[in-house]
């Protein structure tokens, strides 16, 4: 099925790699118009689309190897760009700390307009109440008394996944590595829920934080249900990350690093699994997505129109949902190439090929062509 | 660029830094600025003076916690700051301080 965006709406694709950011533009999902590089030869390891307050902004972390990191944003897809004066994240004086990469930009739910998180490197996560153009540093995690104890996944030490409860104050933080970080009070304090989330390359391979999630990500339609991908394992908890289980039978493999859940659906959730850690590659070389409908209790293999031999990973930002009906699904891999379902993961599409690594997937249905 | 140091008594050749073009756009075009200095400065507070006017260009050069980005060198008079005594070597008014970036990266 095809669904076309309304005469007002387009459907937006940004795609961060590593050497700059491309944006693609579609009015149905299936034929796409690019633009870009922007950010030339910076990577682009996060993105935000905030559509709320009727104006879609752009939100980018840009980080050059030479010039180091920063976040820009546009409010006009793409054709200009606004970069902070002081940068919108700045470390404070008094940790000591520098800012080295932005791995989560995550726009708050409507009801809260102008407030946008953000998760850094080195492990840390940020607060905007201006729609993304000046962070505050969340205290509560930043003076967490784990954190001499958390370490740094390969690429980077980072808080790397904000889930944010749209109807109250609470707030899932994962983070490579320590494991999922839950706050009840908007962020003021934080503890860990990792139980039942195997840490199986520590000497005690249960332990209370360490665990090396990947990502998580929040069911639209289940409150207290969130699902994991970790360095081996898939997760689901229904208790609001106090205890977790696996869901991973039915999967060709436990190893990956995407999460993808439904806009609106309860039970519906996308990982795409890699053979394992010491070879990530999709198993056999044959690139594939997998939904479930009901909460990880089965999964669907979902390859129509992804080519026959990949040996790319994608990372864990590299793929995102859209909000349409039915919902768009978006990736992209490390070796270039960006696809897109209009069908919920039925088919793909290939949107883009030979660009750098893909590092960051995002995509929203906006108003305006 | 204002002065670094202070007041000026009597005239003093400037101290010129040189921007590879990649960051000239942040200096509103400029390849070179010129900071009228009194006596020497330390290349931290030559900084500190470009960040001043140039609030991007310098985080371009420097984190937040005033350490010079890993790939980004800074010469005065040819010598890398690094060899001589880092964001505390000095620099006097007529001296050249130049910005390249490192050859790195894939």
């Known amino acids: 099925m095809v669904r076309m965006a309304t005469a007002s709406e387009t459907f937006v694709l940004a795609i961060g790699t590593k050497k700059g950011l491309w944006l693609a533009t579609s009015p149905d999902r299936q034929d796409w118009s690019l633009t870009g590089p922007h950010f030339l030869m910076a990577e682009i390891p996060s993105i935000g689309i905030d559509t709320r307050e009727g104006r879609t902004r752009i939100l980018v972390g840009v980080r050059s190897p030479h010039w180091g990191p920063t976040v820009a944003h546009s409010d006009d897809l793409g054709a200009t760009w606004t970069e902070p004066e002081q940068g919108a994240i700045r470390f404070p004086a008094d940790t000591g700390a520098a800012l080295e990469r932005v791995w989560q930009i995550y726009p708050d739910a409507g009801s809260r307009p102008g407030v946008v998180w953000a998760g850094a490197e080195p492990i840390s996560v940020w607060k905007s109440t201006d729609g993304g153009e000046h962070f505050e540093l969340n205290r509560g995690l930043w003076d967490h008394p784990h954190r001499s104890e958390w370490g740094a996944g390969y690429g980077g030490a980072a808080a790397h996944s904000i889930v944010v409860d749209p109807a109250g104050e609470t707030v899932h933080v994962a983070m490579s590595t320590g494991g999922v970080y839950r706050s009840l009070d908007a ?79 309860e039970g519906t959730a996308w990982v795409v ?10 198993p056999d070389g044959k690139l594939a997505v997998h939904r479930t409908d009901d909460a990880g209790n089965t999964w669907k293999h979902l390859s129509a129109g992804l080519p026959d031999h990949e040996y790319n990973s994608v990372l864990r930002d590299a793929a995102s949902v859209d909000t349409a009906e039915p919902a768009g699904v978006y990736f992209g891999t490390r070796g270039g190439t960006v696809y897109a379902s209009a069908d919920e993961g039925e088919t793909f599409r290939e949107v883009a090929s030979h660009l750098p690594d893909v590092l960051c997937v995002r995509a929203a249905v906006v108003a305006g062509a | 660029m204002s002065c670094v140091s202070g007041r000026q008594w009597w005239p003093v050749p400037d101290i010129v830094l040189l921007l590879p073009s990649v960051l000239q756009p942040l200096a509103g075009g400029q390849s070179v600025l010129t900071a009228p200095a009194d006596g020497p400065v330390t290349v931290a507070s030559l900084l500190d003076a470009v960040a001043a006017e140039y609030a991007v260009l310098g985080r371009r050069l420097r984190d937040e916690t005033g350490s010079l980005r890993r790939f980004v060198n800074i010469y005065v008079d040819g010598n890398e700051v690094r060899r001589l005594q880092g964001m505390e070597t000095q620099v006097s008014p007529g001296q050249e301080v130049l910005v390249i970036q490192s050859v790195a990266g894939g």
């Open chain 1, 187 to 265: 962020g003021a304090s934080w503890e860990p829920r990792n139980k039942g989330i195997s840490a199986y390359f520590m000497p005690d391979p249960n332990p209370e934080f360490g665990q090396c999630v990947h990502k998580i990500a929040a069911d639209a339609g289940a409150a207290g249900r969130l699902y994991a991908q970790n360095h081996h394992g898939v997760y689901r908890t229904d208790d609001n990350a106090d205890t977790w289980k696996s869901i991973a039978e039915g999967l060709p493999a436990d190893f990956g690093f995407v999460m993808l859940t439904h806009p609106r659906r």
């Open chain 1, 273 to 282: 699994p890699l053979k394992a850690d010491g070879e990530r590659i999709p």
